[in-house]
């Protein structure tokens, strides 16, 4: 930086020096021209005086030429900028203004316009991701109910068909509900005012305790439970660790089949508590791996709407491990299970 500022300066020293020589230059050989256009002889000393004149009148000119110069590019871009401005302010984000490979606060000001510019149209892009998103899971149970309950007008309906109706819409229903809870829960995590209050409490025996709430869906699907808990001690929030567990264990039984098998170890690495979740279930693509943790993301759109999921719960499950300046990662293959590995600071 000191050596570019210092190389500025030599240049800008060289061409102040070449202006001098430029401008007494034109005046020596413009005055010698006028002298011998006289018709009377001036004395050297006259001569001398008006070719120094004239000199100085001619570096002034070449002067307010450059920075007239300089000025009219200083507007033009003083003018795109605002420009951007204007155009970021109407909710156009598409700006991208030339950046100067000068080095000077305005140059600095460019570079912040561009990278607001982007990451503006980036939210932008998010939030109309997210509202697409939202629409489409509100709209196909919305239909679904709207199409029962237009059935269940027909009087020569079964008792049969009647409660099978009346079932799917409950489960509909319970549907928008799991939606718009996680919905807000998502928005309250992403937020400065959640609370999170830290303690220090036994992990082992709250992965347990989990285990054991969901023993009747586990048992009903005869899935195999292998566990392995050391005792750990964490300093976390107990209450959305907990939400963690839950929506991890939930999904493994759910994608895992009828005598299919989980495992479960923790143990604790150095000053770090690691937690592996493993299920023989129908497994995530290469491809989906990556995306997993993006909110509204399902890895088989097809199987995934048939367990009623909506694509938030590791997007919440993703932002705790954040909060807790914790790690989550996956490795599964395609119909060979999955296995999330999440790491804890004590």
């Given at each position: 930086?000191k050596?570019?500022k210092?190389f500025?300066?030599?240049?800008?020293?060289?061409?102040f020096i070449v202006?001098?020589?430029?401008?007494?230059?034109?005046?020596?050989?413009?005055?010698?021209?006028?002298?011998?256009?006289?018709?009377?002889?001036?004395?050297n000393?006259?001569?001398?005086?008006?070719?120094?004149?004239l000199?100085?009148?001619i570096?002034?000119?070449?002067?307010?030429?450059?920075?007239?110069?300089?000025?009219?590019?200083?507007?033009?871009?003083?003018?795109e900028?605002?420009?951007?401005?204007?155009?970021i302010a109407?909710?156009?984000?598409?700006?991208?203004?030339?950046?100067?490979?000068?080095?000077d606060?305005?140059?600095?000001?460019?570079?912040?316009?561009?990278h607001?510019?982007k990451?503006?149209?980036?939210?932008?892009?998010?939030?109309?991701?997210?509202?697409?998103?939202?629409?489409h899971?509100?709209?196909?149970?919305?239909?679904?109910?709207?199409?029962?309950?237009?059935?269940?007008q027909?009087?020569?309906?079964?008792?049969?068909?009647?409660?099978?109706?009346?079932?799917v819409?409950?489960?509909?229903?319970?549907?928008?509900?799991?939606?718009?809870?996680?919905?807000?829960?998502?928005?309250?995590?992403?937020?400065?005012?959640?609370?999170?209050?830290?303690?220090?409490?036994?992990?082992d025996q709250?992965i347990?305790?989990?285990?054991l709430?969901?023993?009747?869906?586990?048992?009903?699907?005869?899935?195999?439970?292998?566990?392995?808990?050391?005792?750990?001690?964490?300093?976390?929030?107990?209450d959305?660790?907990?939400?963690v567990w839950?929506?991890?264990?939930?999904?493994?039984?759910?994608?895992?089949?009828?005598?299919?098998?989980?495992?479960?170890?923790?143990?604790?690495?150095?000053?770090k508590?690691?937690?592996?979740i493993?299920?023989?279930?129908?497994?995530?693509?290469?491809n989906?791996?990556?995306?997993?943790?993006?909110?509204?993301?399902?890895?088989?759109?097809a199987?995934e709407?048939?367990?009623?999921?909506s694509?938030?719960g590791?997007?919440?499950v993703k932002?705790?491990?954040?909060?807790?300046?914790?790690?989550?990662?996956v490795?599964?293959?395609?119909?060979?299970?999955?296995?999330?590995?999440?790491?804890l600071?004590?």
């Amino acid at each position: 930086m000191k050596g570019k500022k210092f190389f500025r300066h030599v240049v800008g020293f060289f061409m102040f020096i070449v202006m001098i020589f430029v401008s007494f230059s034109v005046s020596y050989f413009l005055a010698a021209y006028l002298f011998s256009l006289l018709s009377f002889q001036l004395s050297n000393y006259i001569q001398h005086l008006i070719t120094t004149i004239l000199g100085f009148f001619i570096f002034a000119g070449i002067g307010i030429g450059f920075s007239k110069i300089i000025r009219s590019k200083q507007r033009n871009l003083f003018q795109e900028v605002i420009d951007a401005l204007r155009s970021i302010a109407r909710g156009d984000f598409n700006v991208q203004l030339e950046t100067l490979k000068r080095e000077d606060p305005f140059t600095t000001l460019i570079d912040h316009i561009n990278h607001m510019a982007k990451q503006l149209k980036e939210m932008e892009d998010m939030r109309q991701e997210f509202i697409s998103n939202v629409s489409h899971e509100i709209q196909s149970p919305l239909t679904s109910i709207g199409g029962f309950a237009r059935a269940l007008q027909d009087d020569e309906l079964t008792l049969e068909e009647r409660s099978h109706y009346l079932n799917v819409i409950e489960t509909e229903c319970r549907r928008l509900s799991k939606l718009s809870d996680n919905l807000l829960k998502l928005t309250s995590l992403e937020s400065d005012h959640h609370p999170f209050e830290r303690k220090t409490y036994r992990l082992d025996q709250q992965i347990r305790t989990i285990i054991l709430a969901c023993e009747p869906i586990w048992v009903e699907k005869e899935i195999e439970m292998d566990i392995m808990l050391e005792k750990v001690t964490i300093f976390a929030d107990e209450d959305l660790m907990s939400q963690v567990w839950t929506n991890l264990l939930h999904n493994s039984i759910k994608f895992t089949p009828t005598s299919g098998k989980i495992s479960i170890r923790l143990s604790q690495i150095d000053d770090k508590a690691e937690i592996k979740i493993s299920d023989t279930g129908i497994g995530i693509s290469k491809n989906d791996q990556v995306h997993i943790f993006e909110r509204f993301y399902k890895a088989d759109k097809a199987r995934e709407r048939s367990k009623g999921g909506s694509g938030l719960g590791l997007s919440i499950v993703k932002k705790i491990m954040d909060m807790h300046k914790g790690t989550i990662v996956v490795e599964s293959e395609e119909d060979m299970g999955s296995t999330f590995t999440l790491t804890l600071p004590q």
